[in-house]
């Protein structure tokens, strides 16, 4: 999955390095927030969720952050590996995500040995 | 692990055709969607669907477009006729108390 135009912005990492993808929402009333993983041909793949009441949570080797007042989201992927390379989407919801997802534009993550 | 299967894989149709994909999602799951990506845009929501109604759909989702849980098991998304703009990936997903499950998709390619 690609954003717009093809102008998918591209965060090129080392294999082994930590990386930060940023992700801006649109709605203050959101409540509900994942990041989904793209592989090339594939669905979304669930990573990481976080709800409003909290502003950071982790899991296996990634970190979501929650900065309500200024409406963004950040996925921070620890010892980045060859098998991250992919697309990664921010989506939001509100009613906790039983709604409809909305999702961002995708950034795609390089990694290189 | 449990997944969300869809087929076709891959359905090429003409212009004005009907067509309908199929899922059968996750099987203790009782919310479903589904979800739609234009090449080199991104991932669209369509419609939700909940104790055999739907509960949201969207702009996009209009006349021509339909769902159906036939049988219990199958989530089908039924397209009466086929638009050149329809021609995208789409995604079926379900989700029961926790994460939302997304399948593997369907390419559709209208001619």
């Known amino acids: 999955g690609e954003s717009v135009g093809l102008h998918l912005p591209t965060l090129s990492v080392q294999e082994g390095d930590n990386s930060i993808i940023n992700c801006a929402y649109s709605n203050s009333a959101s409540d509900y927030f994942i990041w989904y993983k793209q592989e090339s041909g594939k669905g979304p793949q669930f990573i990481i969720d976080?709800?409003?009441?909290?502003d950071k949570r982790q899991g296996q080797r990634v970190t979501v952050l929650l900065n309500k007042t200024v409406k963004h989201l950040s996925l921070q992927i620890a010892a980045t590996q060859p098998g991250d390379s992919a697309v990664y989407f921010c989506a939001e919801s509100i009613s906790g995500g039983y709604n409809k997802l909305i999702f961002g534009a995708g950034t795609r993550l390089a990694v290189h040995p | 692990e449990p997944e969300v299967t869809q087929t076709p894989s891959h359905q090429v149709t003409q212009m004005g055709q009907e067509v309908i994909l199929r899922c059968v999602p996750i099987?203790?799951?009782?919310?479903f969607y589904w979800y739609r990506q234009i090449l080199g845009q991104k991932v669209e929501f369509l419609v939700s669907f909940y104790n055999n109604e739907i509960s949201e759909k969207s702009e996009i989702f209009d006349d021509q477009f339909s769902v159906e849980r036939p049988d219990g098991s199958n989530f089908t998304l039924k397209i009466r006729s086929t638009k050149l703009e329809d021609s995208a990936m789409y995604f079926c997903a379900s989700r029961g108390q926790g994460e939302l499950f997304f399948g593997e998709g369907s390419r559709l390619t209208v001619l």
């Open positions: 099987s203790n799951h009782l919310y």
């Open positions: 976080i709800r409003s009441n909290m």
